[in-house]
């Protein structure tokens, strides 16, 4: 049972163009919603996080909506780079089983940036 | 700042033999896990610590055994390697047990080969 649902699987997008990601999830218990970036040959690393009592939250290019009624969130890069070409994992957390919070993952989504 | 530590960083193993990855943070953090990455998959939580002493089974535990060693490190064993354990195999830190704010710091991985 996948609970946290990303789109799409890969994306290809021209240099200055805007990149979206998409995540639907099925807990209404989850309540954290960060975002990882996974450059080739390296671990993800924290990108963007939001809770769900903020509808949007924008670090530079970077932006995250998100849409508690329609339990959805997206990932929006803006003036897309090829240096941000990586893949892109969603996630979600929510207490579980005592007190440690674990985290779980979207499949990913492979973003490559043209120049 | 090393941060997370894997070693090894790859490694070609047959059928049957045993292994044990390491893992050390120097961030003092709490919590420690252990994750697989698999083309498509995501990243599926195998086993986590959420203090020194104690481990429990995450979504994919089959084939693996743990041991939290002190609050630095978190080894992760396969008995007797099988084919369909080839991945890579992320190890991930995190601070405050009892708050989901805190985003996980993964290592770079173990790339695992098993013929």
């Known amino acids: 049972q996948q609970q946290v649902k990303q789109s799409p699987q890969s994306l290809i997008v021209q240099k200055g163009g805007i990149s979206i990601i998409n995540c639907a999830y099925e807990n209404t218990a989850f309540d954290y919603f960060p975002w990882y970036q996974q450059f080739p040959g390296k671990g993800p690393a924290l990108l963007i996080a939001?809770?769900?009592?903020?509808s949007e939250k924008k670090e530079g290019r970077f932006t995250i909506s998100f849409n508690k009624s329609a339990k959805q969130f997206s990932l929006h890069i803006m003036d897309s780079q090829p240096g941000d070409s990586a893949t892109y994992f969603c996630?979600?957390?929510?207490?579980?089983?005592?007190?440690?919070?674990?985290?779980?993952f979207g499949k990913g989504t492979l973003l490559t940036v043209n120049p | 700042n090393a941060g997370v530590t894997q070693t090894p960083k790859f490694q070609v193993l047959k059928t049957g033999q045993s292994m044990t990855l390491q893992c050390a943070q120097d961030?003092?953090?709490?919590?420690m896990y252990w994750y697989r990455q698999d083309p498509g998959m995501g990243l599926r939580l195998i086993y986590y610590s959420a203090s020194e002493g104690t481990t429990d089974k995450g979504e994919v535990p089959n084939g693996y055994n743990v041991s939290r060693l002190n609050k630095r490190e978190f080894s992760l064993r396969l008995e007797s390697a099988a084919p369909s354990q080839t991945s890579v195999y992320f190890c991930?830190?995190?601070?405050?047990?009892?708050?989901?704010?805190?985003?996980?710091?993964f290592g770079d991985g173990t790339r695992l080969s098993i013929l």
């Open positions: 996630a979600a957390s929510r207490r579980s089983g005592g007190s440690n919070y674990k985290l779980t």
């Open positions: 961030m003092n953090h709490n919590s």
């Open positions: 939001i809770r769900p009592d903020v």
């Open positions: 991930a830190s995190k601070d405050r047990l009892y708050n989901s704010n805190q985003p996980q710091h």
